[in-house]
């Protein structure tokens, strides 16, 4: 079985500053693993997606996470939170059968001016 | 990108009553749809996978009779609450696949149940 977990389930940055949401998974496979974001009464959006290729992973909105098979760890960062980042952040990973999705608990993102 | 569009995006009922809900993929077609639930400040759950043409696949503990699903077209699936209770009362999101990858999802729909 496939499960993912996010470790913070909230995270509070200031603006400018780094932004690291931290997910670990177990996957008795090699996965596909994803990060989406869900604004307030807005539809979840993909920030970024890895599927076997590179390690490193470049998303939207300078977003960018780092497969660590090693560490079995997915973790999305960004160099300079901006206020418009606020936001829940969510680790996935597609568990076998076609595009089944398995949602960590969730991240709440707090970007204070 | 993809559009996935839900109707309504939010419903009240009254408890025995049933509620239909539409996900449609407005510029693609979708054999495969996805419907999850989401609770206040949870996290999204699988519920069921929606088949064209075929029955839906649920999920363990998900209740078919409850909620019901139908896709009868390659752009529509619906989920219909049977006899809602307030215990119903959440977010229910659909999702489609335009590729093996990437899942677009539609905006949500808050129901809730008095």
């Known amino acids: 079985a496939q499960s993912v977990t996010q470790l913070d389930s909230h995270v509070s940055v200031s603006e400018g500053t780094p932004v690291l949401l931290r997910c670990n998974y177990s996957?008795?496979?090699?996965?596909?693993l994803f990060w989406y974001v869900q604004h307030p009464n807005k539809g979840l959006q993909l920030l970024l997606k890895y599927t076997s290729a590179a390690t490193l992973v470049k998303g939207i909105n300078g977003f960018e996470a780092e497969f660590k098979k090693s560490e079995t760890s997915f973790h999305l960062t960004k160099p300079s939170a901006h206020m418009s980042d606020a936001a829940e952040y969510f680790c996935?990973?597609?568990?076998?059968?076609?595009?089944?999705?398995?949602f960590g608990a969730g991240t709440r993102l707090a970007v204070h001016p | 990108g993809a559009v996935v569009s839900q109707h309504p995006s939010w419903v009240i009922c009254k408890s025995g009553t049933s509620v239909k809900i539409e996900c449609r993929s407005l510029d693609f077609q979708a054999t495969t749809m996805f419907w999850y639930r989401q609770f206040p400040k949870q996290s999204l759950m699988l519920m069921a996978t929606?088949?064209?043409?075929?029955?839906?696949?649920?999920e363990q503990g998900v209740e078919k009779d409850k909620f019901l699903i139908n896709h009868a077209s390659l752009t529509l699936s619906t989920l219909t609450v049977t006899s809602a209770h307030p215990e119903d009362s959440s977010f229910y999101i659909c999702?489609?696949?335009?590729?093996?990858?990437?899942?677009?999802f539609g905006p949500g729909t808050r129901l809730t149940v008095l």
């Open positions: 999702s489609a696949p335009t590729s093996f990858d990437e899942q677009f």
């Open positions: 996957s008795s496979y090699s996965p596909s």
């Open positions: 996935v990973v597609s568990s076998g059968g076609y595009n089944k999705l398995i």
């Open positions: 929606s088949n064209e043409g075929s029955k839906a696949t649920y």
